[in-house]
């Protein structure tokens, strides 16, 4: 069965320090991969989506992640952080020919002073 | 642009009570899955909905039924409430052959 596994449940990291929140899948068909913040009290919002192409993808707030089908890795990172960025973060992967998101348990940011 | 909405924002139930939690896709999609995220876990799929059918269900018990409207707007029932389903309930939207969906803001239930 297909799974998603982010090792850090939680991430501290100083203001405009950077940072790398890790997420690995498990699969052996095709995968559309996402990251997902959720701020308090909020629903989810998308960061970014890699569906196939360039294995670098840019996101929304200086956000971007890197395909690795070798290591089956999809980890999102950030050269500055600021404490508006504390939230929680989740990686996501769809299977071709499936209509559901397999979520990991996330990881919680927070942005120190 | 309205988003998806999501009503009501906060529920309490009794144990063994049903609840409707209600969703309006954002404009243009006519896809809606429901998600259920218990504390500090990632959200799990419910179901999904497309054109008025459940086009995939996920590991959840009968209790939990929906329903698609016309309007692409969309129904989540569940019975015979345990103290267990108490969790935010999440909605998503999308249009058929997109991928990525958007998410509403959530109902918080809680079942006392």
């Known amino acids: 069965a297909q799974s998603v596994t982010q090792l850090d449940s939680q991430v501290p990291v100083f203001e405009e320090a950077p940072v790398e929140l890790r997420c690995n899948y498990s699969?052996?068909?095709?995968?559309?991969l996402f990251w997902y913040v959720q701020y308090p009290n909020q629903g989810l919002q998308l960061l970014l989506k890699?569906?196939?192409?360039?294995?670098l993808v840019k996101g929304i707030n200086g956000f971007e992640a890197e395909f690795n089908k070798s290591q089956t890795s999809f980890h999102l990172r950030k050269p500055s952080v600021h404490i508006s960025d504390t939230a929680e973060y989740f990686c996501?992967?769809?299977?071709?020919?499936?209509?559901?998101?397999?979520f990991g348990t996330g990881t919680r940011l927070k942005v120190l002073a | 642009d309205a988003g998806v909405t999501q009503s009501p924002t906060h529920l309490i139930k009794t144990r063994g009570q049903q609840v409707t939690l209600r969703c309006s896709p954002k404009?243009?999609?006519?896809?809606v899955s429901w998600y259920q995220q218990a504390l500090g876990q990632g959200p799990q799929f419910i179901f999904q909905?497309?054109?008025?059918?459940?086009?995939q269900r996920g590991n959840f018990p009968d209790r939990f039924s929906g329903h698609q409207f016309p309007n692409y707007s969309s129904e989540l029932n569940v019975n015979a409430l345990l103290l267990g389903d108490s969790a935010l309930y999440l909605c998503?939207?999308?249009?058929?052959?997109?991928?990525?969906?958007?998410f509403g803001s959530g109902t918080r239930l809680t079942v006392v």
């Open positions: 890699y569906l196939s192409g360039s294995t």
């Open positions: 996501a992967v769809i299977s071709s020919g499936t209509y559901k998101y397999i």
């Open positions: 909905y497309y054109e008025e059918e459940e086009r």
């Open positions: 404009s243009g999609h006519d896809t």
């Open positions: 998503a939207s999308s249009y058929v052959g997109a991928e990525g969906y958007t």
């Open positions: 699969s052996s068909v095709s995968v559309y």
